[in-house]
């Protein structure tokens, strides 16, 4: 009897293809969630002012001396005061010093930036004291009482990219792979209409994120960043097929949404802001931001780059589509099949591929509704409620500042007691009152937003009621240098969630199925080793937080990717490809918005307070947070979450494993990728 040479057992070979499928798969998770990772967390964890524009006027000034000397500022010198606020008026400007004789004045921009406002002023103010000179501060652009810290154009460009993006996957999917037939682009720029339209109604007329009378200025500009997005995607398919769906989401979302610049471009590192420019992102932002607060000024930077991405984006589909054969795309399956266009043979696979688009763009309208909806409702006006905070003795400063702050007072009978609650991270902050003397303490590490809030308003309410009043920062572990702001836990979360759904997703692609024997512990094991990845890049690589938490955050991060994989795993078994679809939904279009991030719980609006605690991104973000910061202080209660979701979502996987196999998934492994890693890239 022959013999079969060896290593040639069809069943051995097929069952090292599949470990090959399967290991190649989560190799790209995991380049994916690191890319991902490094990009948001380098570029948005140290934001200061780096060569920021900033005017003078007037003679000489030793204050602004004395901050240029400590600031990156960009020093631009006008002839006279008009020339200056003309500038800013313009949005060139983040600031301006108006030199005079017997007293200055500081220009703030707020709506270029609040963050940038919330470094500027300070300093100047200090340097004028250290200085003994007078100096007033003067607001030119300020921000509308619905957009209090300047979060509202970083929001938009949310469902804009996302939108864009998707409009262009879904539809290249739709029409079997040919990317480059000669009405994409009509269908493109059609939604892309639809998906403003839609846009500005959510976010303008329905949640009130900005006045009405912007509807009709900001329409056209969200048609344009949508259309630019979409049309650029599909030229990329064309040029690359599958793969070009990949490539754009790394360009566009993983690499081009970070340096957007939403909290103010010239707060970004350099390199990440020259990355920028030549990317959709970051003009979006400049052309809404400009919109929104400068009439429309200044604007055609961005209007020029968009329009050639979408003028390229045009000419490339129309090559492919017209003068070559729309089959000849790169990475397409083929020429796409030649059939009489009245023949009856014809007309119903029309008539399908026709419904499928619908189907496809439809899916894409809800997405980019539930983005404008859910991160704008969560995001937009930050105000706390019912902020935890301590007293110490008796003052009327206290009371003063309650009818401008809503807050949970809690007395304590000393100092000692309130920095102890401080240190469990059981209070935002406190006032000490003792001998006629009243002190605010603030945690800058329990927020990012609180210690500002706090001291502005205990600073009105001491002068209201004529006291004195010192401010100081308290924190049990004080932030990283490169983390002054306390953003680098909310934005490593990211990742975390988004690699534990696209694990599960790429193994269901790479198999062909959703479930299988061993899928609990290969989801397991890249949790694993995916929390140590990112725990050394974020901590080690970037220096975001302090490296003594190092071993303990690490099967934090795991814990968080291997909740997410399993529940995501449980829904892609019990509801096949659109089980992708509700754990997005839930993970980062609910899960996310609610989590409280970096300005803390507090700051939710109510419907998003209350829900956070039966999601796992919010308890995921408590346990990480609390832990690095305050020695694992109020995390039980995250703890016992993860952990019940963990140990159920593990028990219902293992028995669903266990049954009969499912019947095959067809999925394309690059498209999964592409699909899964964006949706929630863009912070």
């Known amino acids: 009897m022959a013999t079969r040479p060896p290593g040639t057992d069809p069943t051995a070979l097929g069952r090292r293809k599949s470990v090959l499928k399967i290991v190649a798969a989560l190799a790209v998770v995991l380049a994916a969630q690191a890319l991902l990772a490094l990009c948001l967390v380098s570029a948005q964890q140290l934001l200061v002012p780096r060569n920021m524009p900033f005017g003078v006027t007037g003679p000489p000034s030793p204050v602004v001396a004395e901050v240029a000397s400590r600031a990156g500022l960009d020093l631009t010198s006008y002839p006279n005061e008009s020339a200056v606020m003309d500038a800013a008026d313009r949005g060139e400007l983040y600031g301006a010093y108006l030199g005079g004789d017997a007293s200055d004045a500081l220009i703030v921009v707020p709506a270029k930036s609040f963050f940038a406002q919330t470094e500027l002023e300070p ?116 040029l690359a097929g599958r793969l070009g769906t990949l490539l754009v989401a790394v360009l566009f979302i993983v690499v081009g949404g970070p340096p957007a610049g939403g909290l103010g471009t010239y707060l970004l590192p350099v390199y990440w802001r020259n990355i920028g420019v030549l990317l959709p992102p970051q003009s979006a932002v400049t052309l809404v931001n400009h919109v929104l607060y400068f009439d429309g000024k200044n604007i055609s930077t961005p209007l020029v780059v968009l329009f050639l991405y979408v003028v390229a984006g045009t000419a490339v589909i ?145 002068r209201s009621t004529g006291q004195k009043l010192q401010v100081q920062q308290y924190a049990p572990l004080p932030l990283a240098a490169k983390d002054p702001f306390g953003l680098v836990q909310a934005l490593m979360l990211v990742p975390l969630l988004i690699g534990g759904y696209m694990s599960s997703t790429l193994l269901m692609a790479a198999t062909g199925r959703a479930a299988g024997r061993w899928r609990a512990a290969q989801l397991a094991g890249f949790a694993v080793v995916s929390g140590l990845v990112i725990d050394l890049i974020v901590c080690y690589w970037l220096q975001g937080f302090p490296s003594t938490k190092f071993w303990i955050t690490w099967p934090i991060c795991s814990l968080i990717v291997a909740v997410v994989a399993f529940v995501a795993a449980i829904l892609q078994k019990l509801l096949g490809p659109i089980g992708t679809l509700v754990t997005v939904v839930a993970m980062i279009l609910l899960g996310n918005p609610s989590s409280g ?87």
């Open 597 to 683: 991030g970096a300005s803390g719980v507090p700051y939710l609006p109510e419907f998003w307070r209350d829900l956070g605690p039966y999601l796992p991104p919010r308890n995921g973000y408590i346990l990480l947070h609390h832990t690095i910061y305050f020695n694992g202080h109020g995390t039980g209660q995250a703890l016992v979450n993860l952990l019940i979701y963990l140990g159920v979502a593990a028990v219902v996987l293992i028995a669903l494993d266990l049954r009969r196999p499912e019947a095959k998934v067809p999925a394309d492994a690059t498209e999964a990728a592409a699909v899964s890693v964006p949706i929630g890239a863009v912070p």
């Open 318 to 462: 129309a090559w492919f589509g017209r003068i070559r054969p729309a089959g000849s795309a790169a990475g397409a399956d083929g020429p796409e099949p030649q059939s009489p266009p009245d023949t009856a043979r014809n007309t119903p696979r029309r008539r399908r591929a026709m419904t499928g688009m619908l189907v496809a763009l439809g899916i894409c309208a809800v997405m980019q509704s539930l983005f404008a909806t859910t991160y704008m409702s969560a995001g937009h006006a930050p105000k706390a409620s019912d902020l935890p905070f301590g007293a110490v003795g008796s003052s009327p400063v206290l009371a003063a500042a309650e009818q401008n702050i809503s807050l949970k007072v809690t007395r304590y009978p000393s100092e000692a007691a309130a920095k102890s609650a401080m240190d469990q991270a059981r209070v935002y902050g406190a006032l000490v009152s003792a001998n006629g003397t009243n002190t605010l303490i603030v945690v800058p590490s329990m927020s990012d937003l609180a210690p500002l809030d706090l001291a502005v308003r205990f600073e009105e309410a001491a």
């Open 123 to 238: 300093a100047f103010l200090a340097a004028a004291r250290k200085l003994d000179r007078p100096v007033t501060v003067r607001e030119v652009a300020p921000l509308a009482a619905t957009d209090p810290v300047g979060a509202v154009t970083s929001l938009l460009l949310l469902p804009l990219l996302i939108g864009g993006y998707l409009a262009a996957v879904l539809v290249f999917k739709a029409a079997h792979g040919v990317a480059a037939a000669p009405w994409r682009a009509v269908i493109l720029i059609g939604y892309a209409l639809v998906g403003a339209v839609l846009t500005d109604l959510i976010a303008g007329l329905g949640i009130g994120a900005y006045s009405s009378s912007h509807f009709w200025p900001l329409l056209p500009c969200f048609w344009l960043i949508t259309s630019a997005v979409a049309l650029a995607a599909a030229a990329v398919q064309a």
